[in-house]
């Protein structure tokens, strides 16, 4: 039970910016949430991950929904080797696991 | 900073046959996990270990065993390998096992079974 659902697939033309979306509808006060990507034949790659407030890195930028049941990944301005898996995780902070989803696969094209 | 490092990258075995796939971490981190990955499909638990000592189950422990061996080394044992064992295997690990902390994963060791 991934307990997210993403997307299957998604495009984006390169140097334009992409909105991954996420829904986590049954979210817990206590589940971070967490993106990784997956690049072909690479393991998974942390992104962010965030509790309730949007979150920006060097790599994106996390948007939460003020009820926590949904999210979006924003990455600025794509480029060709943004093309990957993107999963979208729910994290406890007391279950062990990471549940992996099927993940939006992202194509940029130039 | 070489990470998570998995050995081998690659590796065919007859079915019947046993290994060790190892796994070695630099970060100084508590927990390791160890996933796999079929064909399309997300990553699936196999055994994680929370902290050196320790080791648990994940969703699909059957056929597998683990050793964390110190706090760096974490090993994925096939006892007698089945043609349902082909598939890409991921190790994890992460400074803490909760929530609020980023995991990082190796390369992958992609595993076939005839």
């Known amino acids: 039970d991934a307990k997210t659902t993403q997307p299957n697939s998604m495009e984006s033309n390169e140097e334009e910016p992409v909105h991954l979306p996420c829904n986590h509808s049954t979210i817990s006060g206590t589940d971070y949430i967490h993106w990784y990507r997956q690049l072909p034949s690479q393991g998974p790659e942390y992104v962010i991950h965030?509790?309730?407030s949007n979150v920006n890195n060097r790599m994106a930028s996390l948007a939460i929904a003020e009820d926590r049941k949904s999210s979006t990944l924003i990455l600025h301005r794509a480029t060709l080797r943004d093309a990957a898996v993107y999963y979208c995780?729910?994290?406890?902070?007391?279950?062990?696991?990471?549940?992996f989803g099927p993940g939006t696969r992202l194509s940029v094209l130039p | 900073n070489a990470g998570v490092t998995q050995t081998p990258k690659f590796q065919v075995l007859k079915t019947g046959q046993s290994m060790t796939l190892q796994c070695a971490q630099d970060m100084n981190h508590n927990s390791m996990y160890w996933y796999r990955q079929d064909p399309g499909m997300g990553l699936r638990l196999i055994y994680y270990s929370a902290s050196e000592g320790t080791t648990d189950k994940g969703e699909v422990p059957n056929g597998y065993n683990v050793s964390r061996l110190n706090k760096r080394e974490f090993s994925l044992r096939l006892e007698s390998a089945a043609p349902s064992q082909t598939s890409v295997y991921f190790c994890a690990s992460k400074i803490l096992t909760g929530g609020g902390t980023e995991a990082f994963f190796g390369q992958g060791t992609r595993l076939t079974v005839v």
């Open positions: 965030g509790l309730t």
């Open positions: 995780i729910r994290k406890d902070n007391y279950g062990q696991n990471f549940v």
